[in-house]
Each structure stands twice: as structure tokens, then as C-alpha cells.
């Protein structure tokens, strides 16, 4: 089928109705932007997934951060999209005009020249993201290592996707099919997705970012679904980019650095060996991630948890685009530019 017959298949479809989860944030805002939700029939629902990894870090973690960033002779060091998010003191932005030493990093890589430069300062890196990351957080150690560098920590809120998926199979019952995320695929491999597509009986579509891609994914997705067999699996359609057993050099480096634990996602709670954190043999980088996985209430009101798992869209939480926007976001969902509630302000 060529991209056309899809489209006219997908927006005439008249089946049972389709929830369809794209896990990914960039998914998600590539959806909007290209207007796909448009052109597909209202039988097929997309939800955006927990697959932003700033939205689901607990505000105790935040807290954390902010911490050291108040600390004599230490330096915090961070992506721009978690300035905003709001811990349970406040902001690293607010913390940041207060006078906090809150700095601005564009790779964790970077950390290594000015621990070198400053070796009176100590760098803690606030390490959040997905698979996709981790494996420059892991660099970041061997190289301090064999540079002999004492002045680093990390403060890891980093998560692994495939619990979170499977926490999703087995309590959210109504998403049918997955768009699998597209970067961690990369690392992880498609074939990962085995087990959950036969445990559970669902399709799993690994696809690449372009709107033709996630089309031919979704459209793969609502084909699976209508076949009616037990046979739901896996498709990768980005092969290009992701394959079956997927990177496995950045394994590796993850598997010496990091070990699992349980791992708060907001609004989901905690997910038992969810999170990624530096082992025993390398604690002396460790900032203290450990502790912060209690599960933390979201502001009043917002309804973040509902959102990341598609039980509400976001433009039907009561704070949304009145009391909660991007310049002055009142919930996690609204703040990073791969949040849900974020896009959809965005795109509305
Ligand atoms: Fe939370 Fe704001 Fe999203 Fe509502 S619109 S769920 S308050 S982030």
C-alpha cells in the first residue's frame, strides 16, 4: 500500500474502535505537527504515553538537585527542559534567580573539561532520561575514571522503558496496540518487544519519526488488531536505524555502570527495576540517587498521571491553558517540550 491507500484506509475506517499508545514524546510532537490525528477516523484514538522522561520524575529529585545547587563549591548541571519542572521547593529556574550555582549543559560530556579546569568545584550532573541516555552518563565515569578526575557526581533518575510498557499491559487494558519509542528501540532492540506482544497479546510497531513512518506504523498497528488471531508481534519498520538486538556497545556500558532498582514514575507510583542506578563498585559518583523513589503527590489539580497513561488528553484537565501553560507550567506534563500537555498547548 502506498502512503495514499493508507491514509484513505485509516480515515475511512469504520472497525471496532483503536487505542493506540505512541510511547514516545517525539513521536507525539511529530504527530501533532504533521496533524495526523486529522486524518485518522474517530475510531482510532492515539494516547500519549509516559515516554517524557522529565514528566515522570518525582519532585523529590528536583528537591535533591536543588540542594547541591545551594551547596558551597558546588556546581549543578542540567538539560534546559528540567529548569521548569517543579519540585516540591520550588524550581532549579527559581532556585537559579535565588542565586542557586544551577548551570546549563548541552551534553554530560562537557562536565569532564570543566572538572578538570575547576578541580576545587564539584559537578553534579542531574542524569534523567530513558536507555537512550544513559550510556553518556556511563561514558562520563569511565572517562573521569581514566583521567584520574575526583570532582564529578551523578544524581540518576534514569528509567528503563520496558518495565513501564509492561506495567502499562498488565493495568491499562484498553490500549490495544503500542507505538513502540523510536530512540530507545535503537539501544534496546525490537526484539525486546517480544515477550510483551505474546504475554499480551498486542501489537508492538518500532517506527521512525517521519509522519509517513508513524502512519504505516498506526496502519500496521489497526491491521494487527483486526486480523483478530492471537498472533499480535512485533514489527520494526524503522530497520534502518533499530535492529533486532540493537546496540549492543551501549549495553554493555550501561550494564557496567548501572544496575536496576525500583523507580517512582509520576502518577504511575513506583515500578520495580524501572530505574537505572551506579553501582557499588563506582558509588563514589553517586550524588545520592538512591531515597528519592518515594511517590510524590502531583500539584492539586493536575492531572499528570491520567494524562501519561491516556485515561484523560491533557486539554481536558481542568487547569489546562488556564491555570497550567508552557511559560508558566503548573505540572510536569506542561513543562518539558516532550510532554504531552506541552504539544498539545503548542499545537492546539
Ligand atoms: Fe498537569 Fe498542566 Fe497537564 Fe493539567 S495541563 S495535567 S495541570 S501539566
Redesign the pocket.
Known sequence: MNAEQIIKYLKEYQGDEVNIMEVCGTHTASIFKSGIRSLLSPKIRLISGPGCPVCVTPAAYIDRCIEYALKENHVLCTFGDMMKVPGEKGSLAQAKGDGAKVELMYSPLEILEKAAANPNITYVIAAVGFETTAPAYALVMEEAISRGLQNIRIITALKTVMPALTWICENEKGIEGFLCPGHVSVIIGSQSYGELAETYHKPFVVTGFEPEYILAAIYDVVRQLEARSDGKTVHNLYSNAVKPEGNQKAQTLIEKYFEPGAAVWRGLGPIEDSGLYIKEEYQRFDGGSRGLDRDIE??E????G??IVGRIN?NE?????S??HPVS???????SSE???GIW?RNR
Open positions: 502531583l500539584p489539580s493536575c492531572r499528570c491520567d494524562v491533557p484537565c481542568p487547569m489546562f491553558g491555570g497550567c507550567p503548573y505540572g510536569p506534563c506542561m513543562v510532554g504531552a500537555c498547548y
